[in-house]
């Protein structure tokens, strides 16, 4: 079985930065796309950041150029760090691991940029 473990997230005020990191344990045999969601109260979740073998998707809109996902193959772990945060940032933020057909999920933790 495959298990994601996310940590770091918080509250932080607007502009301040976090990192949230996912670690990945399990039957994992090879280089997975990993990446993060989000999804904030009311709202439909939302993919922020996704890498692959290949390389990283492109990211959401409204963090480009704040927001960036790092991996570190041999450890099965992804990291977001996430700069200049914006209140619209706040949600819970989920990491998940694609192998082939199935998909695993973390089990979130609340990021809230608030004053």
């Known amino acids: 079985q495959v298990q994601l473990v996310e940590s770091g997230g918080g509250l932080v005020q607007p502009g301040g930065s976090l990192r949230l990191s996912c670690a990945a344990s399990?039957?994992?045999?090879?280089?997975?796309?990993m990446g993060w969601y989000r999804q904030a109260p009311g709202k439909q979740p939302e993919l922020v950041a996704d890498?692959?073998?290949?390389?990283?998707?492109p990211y959401l809109d409204s963090v480009k150029g704040r927001f960036t996902i790092s991996r570190d193959t041999a450890k099965n772990s992804v990291h977001l760090q996430m700069n200049s945060l914006k209140p619209g940032d706040t949600a819970i933020y989920y990491c998940?691991?694609?192998?082939?057909?199935?998909?695993?999920w973390g089990q979130g933790t609340q990021v809230s940029v608030a004053s």
């Open positions: 890498t692959t073998a290949f390389g990283d998707k």
């Open positions: 399990g039957s994992i045999f090879g280089v997975f796309p």
């Open positions: 998940n691991l694609s192998i082939v057909a199935a998909i695993y």
